[in-house]
């Protein structure tokens, strides 16, 4: 079992950086891909940012290349995500989940196993 814990959101006005953070629990969070997801109001959660296991693969959502950037440190257990040049559109609950074998980075939704509780953020125009 993993637990995880985001932290970081808040609100920051449009063109502003956050930095989200996720620790897990478990010696094992080195052979975990993590990702980020978030949803909106209204709408249904969907992918940001995936890391492989080892750091050396991520890939992005369309909407946040060039903005965001995924980086893992294994020593710390703690998956983080950097904002940069915030939009109104990024608002959302910001979730990290894990999944526990693969090689790989993964975007779906059901590939992962675990799930964060999600952190808050708003970005105001």
């Known amino acids: 079992q993993v637990q995880l814990v985001e932290s970081g959101g808040g609100l920051v006005q449009a063109g502003g950086s956050l930095r989200l953070s996720c620790a897990a629990s478990?010696?094992?969070?080195?052979?975990?891909?993590m990702g980020w997801f978030r949803q909106a109001p209204g709408k249904e959660r969907e992918f940001v940012a995936a890391i492989s296991w080892s750091g050396g693969s991520t890939y992005y959502a369309d909407s946040v290349k060039g903005r965001f950037t995924i980086s893992r440190d294994n020593a710390k257990n703690t998956v983080y995500l950097q904002m940069n040049s915030l939009k109104p559109e990024d608002t959302a609950v910001y979730y990290c989940?894990?999944?526990?074998?693969?090689?790989?980075?993964?975007?779906?939704?059901?590939?992962?196993?675990?799930w964060g509780q999600g952190t808050q953020v708003t970005v105001s125009s």
């Open positions: 989940a894990a999944r526990s074998y693969g090689s790989r980075w993964y975007s779906g939704l059901y590939e992962y196993d675990y």
């Open positions: 478990g010696r094992t969070f080195s052979s975990y891909a």
